[in-house]
């Protein structure tokens, strides 16, 4: 272009550059935003190996829910996790509102037109929803401690029998 700075050293790559390191944000993903694309679009080509790349991450991923789930039901911590979620969502009002909210569902469409599965379907997102935060945050950090215990337990076991 005949400037002094090629394209990576202009001063509003550089700043650009820097805003994300600060933001924590990686500038590679940030890269079609910035270019005005759609969120969500990318730049780099979509070829076999990205795909296989995505699949095999997706796959990994499934490995590990199933791991933590297969833990958490052999140790009872699902059972005991759900309890204490029961508790909660009783203590909160969450249980009531949505009682209260089945009933008005079935006044408004009529207890002879609506089958159970309309009904599961219509308050499940509202449900969903509207599960308190300080539930949720309560619930994750167990299964977080639950699965730091697990590690270390695990880490102590291997090296007990290293050194032995």
Not at 2 to 31: T, W
Not at 60 to 70: F, H, L, N, S
Request: some cysteine; hydrophobic content about 35%.
């Amino acid at each position: 272009d005949g400037g002094e700075h090629s394209n990576l050293e202009s001063p509003r790559v550089l700043s650009i550059r820097s805003f994300h390191r600060r933001k924590g944000v990686d500038l590679v993903s940030a890269l079609p935003c910035l270019a005005g694309a759609r969120p969500g679009t990318s730049f780099l080509p979509r070829t076999r190996m990205t795909t296989e790349t995505l699949a095999d991450r997706k796959q990994k991923e499934e490995a590990v829910k199933m791991t933590i789930m297969q833990r958490l039901i052999e140790t009872g911590e699902k059972d005991r996790l759900k309890e204490l979620l029961r508790q909660k969502l009783i203590d909160s009002g969450w249980r009531d509102d949505l009682k209260e909210y089945c009933k008005e569902v079935i006044r408004k469409k009529g207890l002879e037109k609506i089958t159970v599965d309309e009904l599961v379907a219509e308050i499940t997102p509202r449900g969903r929803a509207t599960v308190p935060d300080e539930v949720k945050t309560e619930l994750l950090q167990n299964i977080r401690k639950f699965l730091q215990v697990g590690h270390l337990a695990r880490t102590k076991n291997r090296l007990s029998s290293q050194a032995t």
